[in-house]
Structure formats: structure tokens, C-alpha cells
């Protein structure tokens, strides 16, 4: 999902801004309280109805209403998966009204049915569209602090990482149940093809017998195709976390500079206030210099 622009409209302390995410890497800067963090709130209230201070703190729909008005919205254009979304949603006394388009063309008109069709096409409901999108400043502070086991289940826990484990962990046991079910259809083959040798001369009989050895065919070929599958799925799953574990070594790598830029920094500071020392002391003594001019 690619956020490409977002309009609100006397949406917390904002009365009425356009914000482009389209001219590449966007920086938000401001004091505490500057609304930053709004700007994340209209994109979650947009697509879910929804935002961290409604959730968290159990403020109401009406009270996210710039002060001294009566009504807001907001509109979110995004783009996934080749296509271009644009989602609105007003708030006002008759209540909350969304719509959703794709490629200009409407496709929900209802509040419910947009919110619906918004996690079918992100795949997330709001709560893990939250933690896989946003990262707290305090989070990232623990990073550079914590070692490498203890970053590893933040990361994990931020980026909702943990449910490839059970993705690798699920597969693994499909596959050894697959190998056990296949060794024992081989040994059922086994024992049929024997038993058929044995009655050959019975015609009735081996008709039967071999209509019961092309069932268990089709059962170990049908488990030989399933064994197969989840072969290649484990190979996702692995070729997976090996890129995952790629980004937490560049992460740890990243924490480290982190680390050594803030040592160089403050060792600059101390020398700038050396400096400064010294230059107050040159002051002070450029009046006895004069004396011998």
C-alpha cells in the first residue's frame, strides 16, 4: 500500500490541508502537540473509522471534531496492487458516511460495506494495519538499548513477524505427517501387489483387489502432490526468513552507527564548549593587552 495523498477537514487541529505523499520521501517535523501524529490518525480514520486516541483512550467519533465546528472528513488516496484507491469519510450530526472508489469508479456508497471491502483489499483489520504501518518514537529508542534477542521480539512484535514462525512451524509438521502417510500407503502398495500375485486366478476377485490398489494409488499420488506443495511452501517460508533475518543484521548494524554518531557527537559538544571557555578567557585578558600597546 502506497499512500499518495490525504485531505482533512476540520479533523482534529486541522481546518482544511492537502498533504502529497507523491514527490518522493516525506519528512514531518513540529514541537510536541504540533498534530503530527494527527496526520496518522486521518489515515487509520479514513480507512477504518478509527484512530489510536478513539481506541486507546476511549475518546468518541465526535470528539476527533475541530473545536467550534460540527462536522469533518477526511479523503485518502492510496494505490495497491496496480490499482488506485480513493476513500472518504464524514462526520457530522446525522452520523458517519464513508465511500470507497477503485480506478475512479465507486464501489461502496455505505459506511459498512466500504470498511469491509478496505480490509478485504488491504488484508488487515485496523488493529494490525497499526502495528505493521507505524512505528512509535519510543520503540525505536529501545532498539539501540536492548540486545539483540530482546531487538529481534520487538522487531518481531512491530512488524507482526511472529506469524512466519507459525507459518514454518505449521508446514514442518504437515510435511512430516505427509512422509509418515506416504511411507504408510507404500507399505499398503506393498501388500496389495502381493495379495493380487496371490489371486490372479481369481478374475471377479482381482477386479476388485485392483480397483482397490488404483484408490490407494490415487490416495499416495493425491499425498505426493500435497508433500510437493508444502515442500515449496517451506521453501517460501525459509527463503522468507532468511531475508528477514538479513534486515535484523542491518538493522543491528544501523543501532551500532546509531550509537557511535551519538559518541562522536557528544565528544564535539565538549570540545565546542572547551572552546567557548577558552574564548571567554581571551576576552577577559584583551584589555591587559592593551595596556602594553
Do not use: C
Not at 485531505?7 to 514527490?23: A, E, Q, V
Not at 475541530?66 to 480513493?86: A, H, I, K, P, T
Not at 508446514?171 to 511411507?183: G, H, Q, R, S
Amino acid at each position: 500500500m502506497i499512500v499518495e495523498k490525504i485531505s482533512l477537514y476540520n479533523f482534529k487541529k486541522y481546518k482544511k490541508s492537502d498533504i502529497d505523499f507523491r514527490r518522493g520521501i516525506v519528512g514531518i517535523f513540529g514541537n510536541n502537540g504540533a498534530g503530527k501524529s494527527t496526520i496518522f490518525d486521518g489515515i487509520t480514520w479514513a480507512l477504518y473509522g478509527k484512530t489510536q486516541a478513539t481506541e486507546l483512550a476511549g475518546l468518541n467519533q465526535e470528539d476527533l471534531i475541530r473545536d467550534g465546528e460540527e462536522q469533518m472528513g477526511v479523503e485518502l488516496l492510496f494505490s495497491l496492487g496496480g490499482n488506485r484507491y480513493r476513500v472518504s469519510r464524514y462526520l457530522d450530526k446525522r452520523g458517519v458516511n464513508a465511500k470507497l472508489w477503485m480506478n475512479r469508479r465507486i464501489q461502496a456508497t455505505k459506511t459498512r460495506e466500504a470498511g469491509e471491502m478496505i480490509e478485504r483489499v488491504l488484508g488487515l483489520d485496523s488493529k494490525a494495519f497499526v502495528a505493521s504501518s507505524f512505528i512509535r518514537q519510543k520503540e525505536i529508542d529501545l532498539l539501540s538499548s536492548k540486545r539483540p534477542s530482546e531487538r529481534r521480539g520487538i522487531i518481531n512484535r512491530l512488524f507482526n513477524l511472529k506469524i512466519y514462525e507459525k507459518f514454518e512451524k505449521s508446514a514442518k509438521e504437515k510435511k512430516k505427517f505427509e512422509e509418515l502417510e506416504t511411507k504408510s500407503l507404500f507399505g499398503k502398495k506393498e501388500i496389495f501387489e502381493k495379495e493380487i500375485e496371490h489371486i490372479k486366478v481369481l478374475g471377479e476377485e482381482e477386479k476388485i483387489l485392483q480397483k482397490e490398489v488404483n484408490e490407494i494409488f490415487n490416495e499416495y499420488n493425491d499425498s505426493k502432490n500435497n508433500l510437493e506443495r508444502k515442500e515449496r511452501e517451506l521453501k517460501i517460508l525459509e527463503e522468507e526468513k532468511r531475508i528477514y533475518d538479513e534486515n535484523v543484521k542491518k538493522r543491528e548494524v544501523l543501532s551500532e552507527k546509531l550509537r557511535s554518531q551519538k559518541e562522536y557527537l557528544e565528544v564535539l559538544n565538549r570540545d565546542l564548549e572547551d572552546i567557548r571557555r577558552a574564548e571567554e578567557e581571551y576576552k577577559k585578558k584583551i584589555p591587559e593587552y592593551e595596556k602594553y600597546k
